[in-house]
């Protein structure tokens, strides 16, 4: 049997991925896979249960327990274990928690096929960092979205300060850079393009922008 349709939406954080991966899911009708979202599940789990980032068995055994649900309905929204916990998902510390256990060949190894779960009909947009280079190879179609680290901090802070959470710009900008850094030059799966994707710089677009884009490449391949 011809297995479902997917399409990757790779990049750095901050750079729209999950928004534009949420409108297109909803409007092509089909499942959505936040990859990053399973690594800041980990990390919230291992910080509520005191699990260490260099815990290959902690990190594992929380992989294989979780239940984890996406929203197409409710963009954003995710639940463990019937939990609603996308609050605290979306966290700095979470993010931050989440690049580390990333790096964790074990863990990793351990939520692949948590991911290949998620390709079901009638398709899948599955966003992330290594979607089309290393999870779905296959995929229908590929895009790699990108900002500099200045505009993704800055958008961040814009988020965050609108919510009234207490944070610097520089502090982000930091934070973002470190980021980009180990998610780059990491020995498993390193964050970077695939040869077959379209790159697109959304620092001077709008999410509607960045949608025209995508749409006009996938009705050429059919979706």
Not at 75 to 96: A, Q, T
Not at 130 to 138: A, E, K, N
């Amino acid at each position: 049997m011809t297995p479902a349709a997917v399409i990757t939406i790779d990049g750095p954080s901050g750079t729209g991925k999950g928004t534009v991966a949420h409108l297109l899911a909803q409007e092509l009708g089909w499942h959505i896979l936040d990859s990053g979202a399973l690594y800041r599940i980990v990390g919230v789990a291992a910080l509520d249960q005191a699990v260490a980032v260099d815990n290959s068995d902690g990190l594992v055994r929380i992989a294989n327990a979780m239940e984890v649900d996406f929203s197409t309905v409710f963009p954003g929204s995710i639940l463990l274990d019937g939990k609603e916990i996308s609050g605290r998902v979306r966290l700095e510390e979470s993010g931050v928690m989440a690049s580390r256990v990333a790096t964790n060949p074990a863990l990793r190894t351990a939520l692949l096929q948590r991911q290949y779960s998620f390709r079901r009909p009638p398709g899948l947009v599955a966003d992330g960092r290594d979607m089309g280079t290393v999870v779905f190879q296959d995929a229908l179609c590929k895009f790699y979205l990108t900002a500099s680290a200045e505009i993704r901090a800055q958008r961040r802070y814009n988020q965050l300060k609108d919510k009234e959470v207490g944070v610097s710009l520089p502090g982000l900008l930091r934070d973002i850079q470190e980021r980009d850094e180990r998610d780059s030059t990491r020995v498993v799966s390193p964050l970077k393009p695939a040869k077959d994707a379209l790159i697109v710089d959304t620092g001077p677009l709008t999410i509607e922008q960045v949608m025209a884009v995508i749409r006009q490449v996938i009705r050429r391949h059919g979706a």
